[in-house]
Protein backbone atom coordinates (compact mmCIF):
# COMPACT_ATOMS: atom_id res chain seq x y z
CA UNK A 1 0.00 0.00 0.00
CA UNK A 2 1.12 3.10 -0.06
CA UNK A 3 3.21 5.34 2.61
CA UNK A 4 2.12 8.98 3.07
CA UNK A 5 4.37 11.33 5.21
CA UNK A 6 3.18 14.84 6.39
CA UNK A 7 4.77 16.76 9.03
CA UNK A 8 2.63 16.53 12.38
CA UNK A 9 2.30 19.66 13.66
CA UNK A 10 2.90 23.14 12.56
CA UNK A 11 2.17 26.71 13.68
CA UNK A 12 2.47 29.79 11.74
CA UNK A 13 1.91 33.70 12.15
CA UNK A 14 -1.54 35.54 11.22
CA UNK A 15 -0.51 37.48 7.83
CA UNK A 16 2.15 35.24 6.74
CA UNK A 17 2.79 32.56 4.60
CA UNK A 18 3.06 28.47 5.18
CA UNK A 19 3.87 25.21 2.85
CA UNK A 20 3.08 21.81 4.12
CA UNK A 21 4.66 18.98 2.63
CA UNK A 22 3.28 15.45 1.52
CA UNK A 23 5.91 12.71 -0.16
CA UNK A 24 4.36 9.82 -0.99
CA UNK A 25 5.31 6.12 -2.74
CA UNK A 26 5.13 6.77 -7.17
CA UNK A 27 4.23 3.67 -7.84
CA UNK A 28 1.34 3.40 -9.54
CA UNK A 29 0.40 7.33 -8.49
CA UNK A 30 -2.73 8.43 -10.30
CA UNK A 31 -3.00 11.86 -8.50
CA UNK A 32 -3.41 13.83 -5.35
CA UNK A 33 -5.78 15.56 -3.12
CA UNK A 34 -5.72 17.89 -0.41
CA UNK A 35 -8.43 18.49 2.35
CA UNK A 36 -8.86 20.72 5.08
CA UNK A 37 -10.67 19.73 8.49
CA UNK A 38 -11.36 21.99 11.07
CA UNK A 39 -11.28 20.41 14.66
CA UNK A 40 -14.68 18.44 15.03
CA UNK A 41 -16.15 18.87 11.54
CA UNK A 42 -16.02 17.19 7.91
CA UNK A 43 -13.04 17.12 5.12
CA UNK A 44 -13.88 19.40 2.90
CA UNK A 45 -12.21 19.58 -0.57
CA UNK A 46 -9.32 22.11 -1.44
CA UNK A 47 -7.31 20.49 -4.42
CA UNK A 48 -6.40 17.71 -6.69
CA UNK A 49 -3.45 17.85 -8.80
CA UNK A 50 -2.43 15.02 -11.69
CA UNK A 51 0.03 16.61 -13.69
CA UNK A 52 3.09 18.43 -12.82
CA UNK A 53 3.30 21.91 -11.56
CA UNK A 54 1.44 24.64 -9.83
CA UNK A 55 -2.64 24.85 -9.13
CA UNK A 56 -3.81 28.25 -7.95
CA UNK A 57 -7.18 28.56 -6.17
CA UNK A 58 -7.30 32.18 -4.27
CA UNK A 59 -4.98 32.46 -1.00
CA UNK A 60 -4.62 28.44 -1.50
CA UNK A 61 -1.32 26.85 -3.76
CA UNK A 62 -1.06 23.45 -4.50
CA UNK A 63 1.77 21.88 -6.32
CA UNK A 64 2.85 18.57 -7.53
CA UNK A 65 5.91 16.71 -8.49
CA UNK A 66 5.17 13.05 -9.89
CA UNK A 67 8.60 11.84 -10.59
CA UNK A 68 9.87 13.09 -6.68
CA UNK A 69 6.65 11.92 -5.15
CA UNK A 70 6.30 15.34 -3.81
CA UNK A 71 3.61 17.90 -3.02
CA UNK A 72 2.73 20.68 -1.37
CA UNK A 73 -0.12 23.28 -0.06
CA UNK A 74 1.45 26.96 0.39
CA UNK A 75 -1.32 29.00 2.07
CA UNK A 76 -0.78 32.74 1.83
CA UNK A 77 -1.76 35.81 3.68
CA UNK A 78 -2.69 33.11 6.81
CA UNK A 79 -5.94 34.01 8.81
CA UNK A 80 -6.77 32.56 12.28
CA UNK A 81 -9.80 30.42 10.14
CA UNK A 82 -7.32 28.59 8.61
CA UNK A 83 -6.15 26.82 11.90
CA UNK A 84 -7.02 23.23 10.99
CA UNK A 85 -5.91 20.00 9.76
CA UNK A 86 -4.81 19.23 6.20
CA UNK A 87 -4.98 15.86 4.97
CA UNK A 88 -3.05 14.76 1.94
CA UNK A 89 -4.23 11.89 -0.19
CA UNK A 90 -3.11 9.92 -3.06
CA UNK A 91 -4.84 8.16 -5.49
CA UNK A 92 -2.98 5.10 -6.95
CA UNK A 93 -3.58 1.55 -8.91
CA UNK A 94 -5.36 0.77 -11.57
CA UNK A 95 -8.90 1.30 -9.28
CA UNK A 96 -7.82 4.68 -8.36
CA UNK A 97 -8.06 3.80 -4.49
CA UNK A 98 -6.91 6.66 -2.02
CA UNK A 99 -5.55 6.62 0.57
CA UNK A 100 -4.76 9.69 3.53
CA UNK A 101 -2.15 10.77 5.25
CA UNK A 102 -2.39 11.66 8.71
CA UNK A 103 -2.42 15.17 8.45
CA UNK A 104 -0.69 18.30 9.71
CA UNK A 105 -2.34 19.90 12.23
CA UNK A 106 -1.37 23.98 11.68
CA UNK A 107 -1.83 26.19 14.44
CA UNK A 108 -2.33 30.10 13.24
CA UNK A 109 -1.17 32.22 16.26
CA UNK A 110 -1.90 36.29 16.20
CA UNK B 1 -23.21 22.15 4.19
CA UNK B 2 -21.51 19.86 2.03
CA UNK B 3 -25.23 18.03 0.98
CA UNK B 4 -24.25 14.93 2.97
CA UNK B 5 -25.88 14.18 5.96
CA UNK B 6 -25.13 11.53 8.87
CA UNK B 7 -27.39 10.57 12.01
CA UNK B 8 -26.99 10.36 14.86
CA UNK B 9 -23.96 12.97 15.35
CA UNK B 10 -23.16 11.02 18.39
CA UNK B 11 -23.50 7.38 20.03
CA UNK B 12 -22.60 5.32 22.96
CA UNK B 13 -23.29 2.21 23.11
CA UNK B 14 -22.26 -0.90 25.21
CA UNK B 15 -20.53 -4.38 23.57
CA UNK B 16 -23.71 -6.02 23.55
CA UNK B 17 -26.03 -3.69 21.52
CA UNK B 18 -26.54 -3.31 18.02
CA UNK B 19 -26.94 0.13 16.36
CA UNK B 20 -26.89 1.30 12.68
CA UNK B 21 -25.67 4.74 11.56
CA UNK B 22 -26.99 6.22 8.82
CA UNK B 23 -25.95 8.74 6.03
CA UNK B 24 -27.86 10.41 2.53
CA UNK B 25 -26.33 12.08 0.32
CA UNK B 26 -28.24 14.97 -1.59
CA UNK B 27 -25.52 15.49 -4.08
CA UNK B 28 -26.72 12.97 -7.33
CA UNK B 29 -23.29 11.38 -6.16
CA UNK B 30 -23.34 7.68 -7.42
CA UNK B 31 -19.86 6.12 -5.18
CA UNK B 32 -20.60 6.69 -0.82
CA UNK B 33 -17.58 5.58 1.18
CA UNK B 34 -17.75 4.28 5.12
CA UNK B 35 -14.29 5.88 7.02
CA UNK B 36 -12.87 5.37 10.20
CA UNK B 37 -11.05 8.24 11.58
CA UNK B 38 -9.27 7.58 14.71
CA UNK B 39 -6.73 10.23 16.88
CA UNK B 40 -3.47 10.30 15.57
CA UNK B 41 -4.11 8.16 12.70
CA UNK B 42 -4.72 8.82 9.23
CA UNK B 43 -8.62 8.20 7.77
CA UNK B 44 -9.44 4.29 7.25
CA UNK B 45 -11.51 3.87 4.34
CA UNK B 46 -14.17 0.76 5.22
CA UNK B 47 -16.10 0.11 2.48
CA UNK B 48 -16.85 1.61 -0.81
CA UNK B 49 -20.50 1.63 -3.23
CA UNK B 50 -20.67 2.28 -6.64
CA UNK B 51 -24.05 2.59 -8.14
CA UNK B 52 -24.96 0.27 -4.71
CA UNK B 53 -22.67 -2.22 -5.15
CA UNK B 54 -20.08 -2.90 -2.78
CA UNK B 55 -16.59 -2.72 -4.69
CA UNK B 56 -14.06 -2.80 -1.65
CA UNK B 57 -14.22 -4.19 2.06
CA UNK B 58 -10.85 -3.03 3.93
CA UNK B 59 -10.34 -5.91 5.80
CA UNK B 60 -13.18 -4.75 8.18
CA UNK B 61 -14.34 -6.95 11.24
CA UNK B 62 -17.70 -8.76 10.41
CA UNK B 63 -19.07 -6.95 13.42
CA UNK B 64 -19.40 -3.78 10.86
CA UNK B 65 -21.75 -4.77 8.49
CA UNK B 66 -22.99 -2.03 5.65
CA UNK B 67 -25.85 -1.56 3.62
CA UNK B 68 -26.74 0.41 0.90
CA UNK B 69 -30.47 0.60 -0.57
CA UNK B 70 -29.83 2.65 -3.24
CA UNK B 71 -27.29 5.91 -4.74
CA UNK B 72 -28.52 8.17 -2.08
CA UNK B 73 -28.26 5.69 0.95
CA UNK B 74 -25.21 4.52 3.04
CA UNK B 75 -25.98 2.42 6.43
CA UNK B 76 -23.86 0.59 8.56
CA UNK B 77 -24.99 -1.56 10.94
CA UNK B 78 -22.97 -2.38 14.42
CA UNK B 79 -23.01 -5.40 16.46
CA UNK B 80 -20.99 -6.82 19.58
CA UNK B 81 -18.41 -4.16 19.26
CA UNK B 82 -14.88 -3.37 20.96
CA UNK B 83 -13.83 -0.62 22.85
CA UNK B 84 -11.50 -0.02 20.13
CA UNK B 85 -14.09 0.64 17.50
CA UNK B 86 -14.79 4.19 19.54
CA UNK B 87 -13.91 6.69 16.77
CA UNK B 88 -15.46 9.20 14.32
CA UNK B 89 -17.15 7.37 11.25
CA UNK B 90 -17.63 9.64 8.05
CA UNK B 91 -19.44 9.02 5.29
CA UNK B 92 -18.75 10.26 2.19
CA UNK B 93 -19.89 10.33 -1.41
CA UNK B 94 -18.20 11.46 -5.04
CA UNK B 95 -19.70 11.56 -8.66
CA UNK B 96 -17.17 8.81 -10.07
CA UNK B 97 -14.51 6.34 -8.49
CA UNK B 98 -12.92 7.67 -5.30
CA UNK B 99 -9.41 8.23 -7.11
CA UNK B 100 -10.78 10.61 -10.02
CA UNK B 101 -13.24 13.08 -8.53
CA UNK B 102 -13.18 14.62 -4.81
CA UNK B 103 -15.09 13.55 -2.14
CA UNK B 104 -17.80 15.42 0.11
CA UNK B 105 -18.00 13.91 3.45
CA UNK B 106 -21.04 14.53 6.08
CA UNK B 107 -19.97 15.93 9.49
CA UNK B 108 -19.26 12.50 10.91
CA UNK B 109 -20.90 10.17 14.13
CA UNK B 110 -18.86 10.31 17.29
CA UNK B 111 -19.56 6.29 18.40
CA UNK B 112 -18.07 5.56 22.09
CA UNK B 113 -18.44 1.70 22.95
CA UNK B 114 -18.45 1.32 26.55
Known amino acids: GQNIDQPTEMTATEGAIVQINCTYQ??????LFWYQQHAGEAPTFLSY????GLEEKGRFSSFLSRSKGYSYLLLKELQMKDSASYLC???????????FGTGTKLQVIP | ETGVTQTPRHLVMGMTNKKSLKCEQH?????MYWYKQSAKKPLELMFV???????ENNSVPSRFSPECPNSSHLFLHLHTLQPEDSALYLC?????????????FGPGTRLTVT
Open chain 2, 92 to 104: ASSQDRQGLTEQY
Open chain 1, 26 to 31: TSGFNG
Open chain 1, 49 to 52: NVLD
Open chain 1, 89 to 99: AVSFGGYQKVT
Open chain 2, 27 to 31: LGHNA
Open chain 2, 49 to 55: YNFKEQT
